[in-house]
């Protein structure tokens, strides 16, 4: 459903947040690490973040990436998603057509624009912080 980039940066954002909450920042080696992605493909991912401003990159000795702990409850999926992919998966057809809308739909046209319509919502309504909640004890998991 999203982009490969696109999984690496929530992921990434969500470990991000997490070293952050625990008054940390984490460097470009760790978080490819933690995420199981490869270094130069992180760092670009990284760097759309940090345009974004979803993330801080902090240059220097003691450098490293960050997110501001007031944040972290603020930024929402959504703004990962459309920093990454845009609005796509917010209007692509469920089939890949080209053209496919409510007067000219494709086979599940209906059925996909609701499921659209919920994941919309939950990624509106989910914040970092609430990614983060079950990482620290080992409930949820960035890899395996």
């Known amino acids: 459903m999203f982009s490969k980039a696109c999984e690496y940066g929530i992921k990434a954002s969500t470990y991000i947040a997490l070293q952050s909450i625990e008054g940390k920042r984490t460097s470009l080696r760790d978080i490819a690490k933690k995420i199981d992605s490869p270094e130069a493909f992180t760092a670009k ?23 501001e702990k007031d944040q972290i409850d603020k930024i929402k999926l959504s703004e990962i998603v459309y920093a990454i992919d845009g609005d796509n ?24 624009v609701a499921i659209r319509d919920n994941l919309k919502k939950m990624l509106e309504n989910t914040s970092l912080y609430e990614m983060t909640a079950g990482l620290e004890v080992g409930l949820t998991y960035l890899k395996r």
């Open 45 to 67: 991912i990284l760097q759309l973040l940090a345009r974004n401003q979803i993330i801080d990159s902090v240059k220097g000795p003691s450098g490293g990436f960050q997110i």
């Open 89 to 112: 998966i917010y209007v692509g057809c469920g089939l890949g057509l080209k053209e496919c809308n409510a007067l000219k739909p494709c086979p599940v046209h209906e059925k996909f």
